[in-house]
Structure formats: C-alpha cells, structure tokens
C-alpha cells in the first residue's frame, strides 16, 4: 500500500490520476491518540430505553443496540469524564443515563452519545464522606445516597439542585406516598415529607415503619435482559488488572501482580486487537490449591504458545492458554517463605534466556532463591549469598523479601531488584558463572545517600547501556562505566533551572517511580504512584511530557507498569483502573532508509486535518529535512527512533500552502538517505 502511495504522489505531479484517487491511506494510528483497552466482562447493572440498552460491566459502561445489534462502549477516549463507574441509573423522563465513579464525578449520558459532566460534587471540599451507595430515580430526578446525606440530581436541567447533610451515612433511598425515605440500616431510616424543607435536618425522623419493600430496586430490565446481554461481547480484556507487561513479538503479555488482595491470577495476551484469557479459574479444581497473585509471566522463545507464570503459590506453567503443571517444593527447588506453607512459595520473577532455558526467583526463600529450568525439563538451583540477607520467621539469611523486575540487558547479563523496604538494592547476575553484583548503598555524585523507603521498583536498560532504577525517591542512573566499579557512584540527573541561576534539582526528586520503559528513540517513559506518567528526553534533562489524568486520557495516576510496541509507537500503561496506550512519535530504527520502508501518513493531508505528520522507517538520530517542490527548506529536525513528525507548518508557524513536499533524510554520519512526498491539500 505504501509503493502505491508513492506511485499515486508520482502520477499527480504528472497531471496523469485525479486528486481523488489520494482517498487510498494506509490505516495508521495518529501520532497523540489515546486508547483505552477496558473489560466489559462482567455484567453489574441493566438499564433499557426502547431499542438502546445500557450496559454497566466491570465498572465500564457500553450500550446495545437491539434493531441493528451495534455495540457503543463508552470511555475516557469519546466523553467519559473519568473511569471506574460505580452505579448507573436511568431516567425516562429526561431521556438520560446517570453514571457516578468511584471518585463521586458524575456523568448524564443520551443515547445519541451526547455526554454532561456534573464535577460539583466530586470537587467538593468536605470532610464528610462522599461516597455514593445508590441512585434512586424520581422522574427527571436522581436522588444519590451518599455518606453524609442526600445529594439531588436534576437529570432534566444537568444541575444538583439540593443537597441534605443529614449527618448520617445513607445507603438507599426512596419515596412512597409524598415521603422520601433514607435507609440508615436494614431496619432503621430516616423520613420526611415531600412538602417540608427538606434542607432543614429537623425536619427528618428518625424510623422503624416504612414498608417492607421501600428499598427493593426495580429489577425488570435485569430480569428482562441479562440473557440477551449475557450473550453480547463487547471486546476488550477479560479482567482489568495489569500490574506487569511485556511485550515480545507483537504480543503485549499480561498479569495481575495484585500483590495486595487474595484474588484470582490474571494471564492476559494481547495480539492483533483480539485478546487471550489464560484458564485460571479452575486451576484449583486441578491441584487442590488456589492460583493466586501472578506476580510474572514469560514466554518459550522457542515456543511462543508455552507460557510459565510466577505467582504466590509457585511456578505455574501453560500451553496454549490451558493450564499444564504446577511446580512447588513437592516437586522442585522453590521454598516456603516459612519453609512449609505451600499457599506462600513465592516466584515473583520468571525470565528466558535466549537459548530456552528458564530463570525464576524465589523470594524469602529459606536457602536459595536463583533456580533455572531448563528446556530439557531439568531444575538447577544455585547459592547466591548476595540475594540472602533476610531475616524472618525464625531463619537468618534467607531471600531478599520481593525480589522482581527480572531483565536481560543487551551483554547478556541478568539484572533483578528487591522492591522490598528490608535492603533495597538491584542485582546483576552472570548466568553463565553464577556470579552476582549487588547494588546496594546507593550515594549520588554528590556524595549524598539516597535512602529509600520501600524498595527498588524496577530495573531498565537504556540504548546506551545505562541502568536505571526506579525508586520512591526517583530514578537513580548507574551509568556504565560504573556498573563493574567496586563502589559504583549513582547519578542523579541534575536538571537545570534556566532560571538566570546556576542551580539544577535532581530528575523527578522524590517521586515514586514504579516502572521505566525505554522508547527507540532513548527517551524515558516514566510511571510513578500518584504522579502520572512522564516522558524524559533522549539526554536525560528535559521533560517532555507529563500525563495525568487531569491533562491527558491517563486512566489514572497510578501507573503499575509500561509496554512498548516499537514498531507502531504505542506505548501501554498498566493501571490501577485498567490498560490504556498512547501514540507516540518513535518506533523502531530501520538499518538503512529505503523508498519501500520510509513514508508518511496522512498522505494526503486533508484540509480538516490538524494533527501531525509522521515520517517512519528512519534510522536512528537520522537527520529529516522538509523541503518544497521547489527545494526551500521548511521543516527540519531528527528523528525520534525511527519516527519523525511535521505539524504541516513552515518556519514562521503557518501552514503550508496546497502543494507537494518532500521529505528528505541522511543518516546521523551524514549519509543520505532516501526521499517521500507528502501531499497536502487546504
């Protein structure tokens, strides 16, 4: 499709094809767009208005369409004001689907996907408990049951209209007979009349009498629908946790690593927009013993159906999605952290190496912790006195308490860190010698400690073969020819000012960095616990970008974990509210430029189009410059990987003329590269 671009850009300089034949575009995310990838597995709540019916499943929200059975999901990417709906209530009066989050932000939605935001509430400054318990609906009104009263929704004018401190946590609400009733308990509510100021506490009582079925909520479109609804399929994942990601041959690979609640493990496989729920839940009815907390997945690089998955119980392995065998000390080398309890034999790392052989990490394990399966079926375990430092339930010198992050860097070397408060530290090991380097006492250029609290995050190579380490104290940089240094200095990038003074803070001070990914162009994806995510430069001082979901689509701004799809740009932040991705502007570099590999979309720019211009398959640092039929030069710049993107601007910031602009490229020694066109039409 590319070489008929081309070929099509080639015939209209010629004056040979009409202009309407540049309708044939290849299909390509843009540059800056948002993605969300949201369960709607399960079913929560049923709403129905004639042939639309709204559907809340997994905290998401999606309509169905009965007369042509088209499925409309509904994100932070078309509308959605925020993510996490916790209750959803119709109005057939004002024709409008009220949608309340977990945070209290407030949603009223039509079926034509028109989408009104009510933030009053969620903005509040209280320090009553604003929490939502129910949605009752009195013709255009929503009356919301919250911690600290009642809060009335007027659906028809998008306003809150009253609100009633009545000092009590309410979890329902209800009016029969001109008497609004608040239930306090099962059977205990609060009562008053319509036509009382209801603004005013004394006029409520408190009461036992109130009919039997005040509180029961209209179920008929549930009843109705569920079997027809429970047969719909949405897309998107199964499950919307994704603590920890790879991705490895154009497969985004995915678990839970919910290492806080006894839940379920979650395996999830991204490929080509479809996804792979991995058989867990019935992992017990086959070992006799609960398949919880995945904290890592790999998969064989000889086999890329052949899964292993470490968790809390042990080393679980898969084929094709089903589950295959179990591995614990009955039949292996990995230990109870008491050395009994098989529901606490934690692999918290699994990684292969390039040949197929496995490496796991057992944490607080008694006597060894490095244990290699390898592609014959064969465990080895080895002593590794440098991870064994900790002391607990009795034993001395046992496994470092989280050990996690496993990588492979570009020598060949694996590194690992304990993300545990009990000796922070990251690990180099030499697979082929079993020998370990242990990065501990971290002190900075300057000759400061940095003490972190919790642990070490996670571990990252970048393209020059520098580690970085994520702290909750922010990155820490062990350069190069530092690593094999007997006491090794770790920097802390200083960032300039540029205030007229001379004074520089350290990179991202004290921020909780809880993943790093590096993109093809050397900039630093960077996900913290709280802050959002945010994109330093390829030389480590300048901020490029920083999403939250206060500027950005972000789900939230606790970022678990981050994936790169090199090849497209896309960048994958795992959340605590679910998965979403981002377009970015670098891919992976090609090795020479070519005029089958380099080209750019849009092509044609259509005059509606406002966004960027993106250049792919370039090589690294290359040097792109863009330049008129003529040959003045408008644009200039390098690439980013192997991308390199044009706002459809000349130097003074206005768009260019209608006209064809080429786009020329030489690598970073100064050889030059190739040349495409670039249609742009106003």
Known sequence: MRKIITTICDFWIKGILPLFLFTF?????????????????HIEQIYASGDDIFVRASNGLYMYNKKDQSITTFDRTNGLSDTNIKLIGWSKQAKRLIAVYQNSNIDLIETNGNITNISSLYSKTMTGDKSVNDIYIDGQFAYLSTGFGIVKVNMQKVEITETYHLGKKILATSIRNNIIYAKINKSTAMSASLSSNLL???????????????????????????????????????????????????????????????????????HNDDWTSFETETVYEK???????????????????????????????????????????????????????????????????????????????????????????????????????????GYTNKSNGELANIIIDSKGYMWFVNNNWYRPAAYRYDMNNNNCIEYYNFVNQDGTEINTTYGVRCVCEDKEGNMWLGTDLGPILLEKSQIEAENPIYTQVKVPRNDGTNYADYLLNKMDITAIAIDAGNRKW?????????????????????????????????????????????IF?????????????????????????????????????????TVVGLTYNADVKILSSNGALIAEGRSNGG?????????????????????????????????CKIAILN
């Not at 502007?585 to 211009?613: C, H, Q, R, S």
């Not at 000349?650 to 786009?663: P, T």
């Open 25 to 41: 575009l290849p299909l390509q995310a843009q540059v800056g767009t948002w993605k969300n990838y949201l369960s709607y597995n």
């Open 200 to 270: 005013d506490p004394n006029n409520w009582t408190t009461t036992k009498d109130f009919p039997a079925d005040t509180f029961i909520s209209d179920q008929s479109d549930w009843e109705t629908y569920y079997d027809l609804i429970s047969t719909l399929k949405p897309g998107g994942p199964k499950y919307n946790l994704f603590g920890f990601m790879r991705f490895i041959n154009g497969k985004l690979i995915t678990c839970d690593n919910n290492k806080s609640d006894n839940v379920t493990a979650t395996i999830q496989v991204l």
């Open 287 to 393: 070992i006799g013993r609960s398949f919880v907390n995945a904290y890592a997945v790999d998969v064989d690089p000889l086999d890329d159906t052949h899964y292993f998955v470490g968790a809390r119980a042990g080393l679980f392995e898969f084929k094709d999605g089903k589950f295959v065998n179990h591995y614990n000390s009955n039949n292996s080398p990995i230990e109870a952290y008491n050395g009994t309890s098989l529901n606490h034999q934690m692999v918290t790392g699994v990684k292969y190496d390039k040949s197929g052989d496995l490496w796991l990490i057992n944490s607080s394990a008694p006597t060894k912790s490095v244990i290699k399966y390898t592609k014959s079926g064969e465990f080895v375990s080895y002593d590794v006195p440098q991870v064994m430092k900790l002391e607990s339930n």
């Open 526 to 570: 960077m996900g913290t616990n709280g802050n959002g995510v945010y994109l330093i430069s390829a030389d480590n001082i300048t901020q490029l970008q920083h999403f939250t979901t206060e500027n950005s689509k972000l789900l939230s701004n606790i970022v678990k974990s981050i994936a790169i799809n090199e090849k497209t740009g896309e």
């Open 573 to 613: 932040f795992g959340t605590d509210n679910g998965l979403c991705s981002y377009i970015s502007d670098a891919t992976d570099i090609n090795t020479e430029m070519t005029k089958d590999n380099v080209w750019a979309y849009p092509n044609p720019v259509t005059p509606d189009y406002t966004g960027l211009i």
């Open 643 to 675: 991308s390199f993107t044009w706002d459809g601007k000349d130097k003074n910031g206005n768009r260019v003329a209608s006209g064809i602009y080429m786009v020329a490229t030489a690598t970073s020694d100064g050889k030059k590269g190739t040349v």
